[in-house]
């Protein structure tokens, strides 16, 4: 069956999409965790024997090979029936194996697993274990709409894949040297009558000026400044005179940040 997304709507009335995991992924972390408690497993034996191999040259009034072996089931019990269930409440719905899959486990309404349902949910997989190897969960997740085994029904719980961060934009050259000059649409107020009156000849000359800002010799860069200064700014109620370079630079680059969001797709 193909992973499927969900849309779930928070009380804010956000909506938020989740792709479901589906039983690649959920039998892939499944068999990374089995991994890691086949080796914690088989390390606790091994300890054991150590143990009752050291307490067999010990007076045979003094040992007492029951009290080890009673020790190392105690373990064994705590980390193969509390691993699932301690690593999904205390790690954010994710095991070990979950982490390096990319998956977790959510409630239902998109919140965070809550000790309860962690217990649930993994307390019923001695039933989606039966008859054997996993076959019951591995039928119900295959059939279910939303990739659910028994447990995450009784629980209330899906599991989903991490919402992964989205990448930074890479910036331009021009956005580079705007940001790097601390620039933003706010530096320059113009009232909503002047901004529509700027149109699509505007922001052609902000556009070649900004695409050609770094591509042109200094003196050329201030000779084209000026031009574009004495066109645009009187547009704008701003005076040419009385203002250094820079401060044109600044504000064509402003002004060409105001007009980006309305031309640039239609240039």
Do not use: C
Not at 173 to 196: A, F, P, V
């Amino acid at each position: 069956m193909n992973e499927d997304h969900l849309d779930i709507k928070t009380p804010e009335y956000v909506s938020i999409q989740f792709q479901l995991a589906g039983l690649g992924s959920r039998a892939a972390a499944f068999i990374i965790d089995q991994v890691l408690l086949m080796i914690i497993n088989i390390l606790t034996i091994v300890v054991l024997y150590f143990v009752m191999d050291g307490m067999s040259s010990m007076p045979f009034f003094l040992v007492d090979n029951s009290i080890p072996l009673a020790i190392a089931l105690i373990i064994l019990f705590i980390v193969n029936g509390g691993y699932f269930f301690v690593f999904e409440f205390f790690s954010g719905g994710r095991t070990l194996g979950k982490k390096l899959v990319g998956i977790r486990v959510l409630q239902e309404n998109g919140h965070s697993i809550t000790l309860l349902s962690s217990f649930i949910r993994n307390l019923i997989r001695i039933i989606d274990s039966l008859p054997t190897a996993y076959f019951l969960g591995i039928v119900m997740i295959f059939f279910h709409s939303k990739h659910k085994r028994l447990g995450d029904l009784v629980a209330g719980t899906i599991v989903v894949h991490e919402r992964k961060p989205k990448r930074k934009k890479r910036l331009s050259t021009i956005e580079k040297e705007i940001e790097n000059r601390g620039l933003s649409m706010n530096d320059l107020t113009l009232d909503e009558w002047t901004l529509k009156s700027l149109g699509m000849k505007e922001w052609k000359l902000l556009s070649t000026y900004a695409s050609r800002f770094h591509q042109i010799p200094l003196a050329e860069r201030n000779q084209l400044t000026q031009q574009m200064a004495e066109i645009l700014f009187p547009k704008i109620g701003m005076e040419v005179q009385g203002k250094l370079e820079s401060e044109w630079e600044d504000t064509l680059l402003v002004l060409y940040l105001l007009l980006r969001d309305e031309w640039e797709f239609q240039f």
